[in-house]
């Protein structure tokens, strides 16, 4: 059975940082992307940020220069540096690990940034 775990989050005030840990347990093929999506209350899920299994990073204009994605493959983990913190940043942040047409969610890790 695939299991999606994160961690890390956390009360952290504005300008400072956090990192997220993102583990898949139970994929025995290769994973295709990891990535991470938030959502804070009364809005909708939105991306954050990926990683391809080729070490390709894409993110979110509203991160960029402030997150940054690094893995550890033979961990199946996936880690989300995230400096410079704003109140905007608060959400719930899920991690979302692809497997060729599959894709699994972990039930996510709260980020709340005081101002």
């Known amino acids: 059975q695939v299991q999606v775990e994160e961690s890390g989050g956390g009360l952290v005030q504005a300008g400072g940082s956090l990192t997220l840990s993102c583990a898949a347990s139970?994929?025995?093929?290769?994973?295709?992307?990891m990535a991470w999506y938030r959502q804070a209350p009364g809005k909708q899920r939105e991306f954050v940020a990926a990683?391809?299994?080729?070490?390709?990073?894409n993110y979110a204009a509203s991160v960029k220069g402030r997150f940054t994605l690094s893995t550890d493959n033979a961990k199946k983990t996936v880690y989300l540096q995230m400096n410079s913190l704003k109140p905007e940043d608060t959400a719930v942040y899920y991690c979302?690990?692809?497997?060729?047409?599959?894709?699994?969610w972990g039930k996510g890790t709260q980020v709340t940034v005081s101002s």
């Open positions: 979302n690990v692809f497997q060729g047409p599959r894709a699994y």
């Open positions: 139970g994929i025995r093929d290769s994973i295709s992307a």
């Open positions: 990683i391809t299994s080729d070490s390709h990073t």
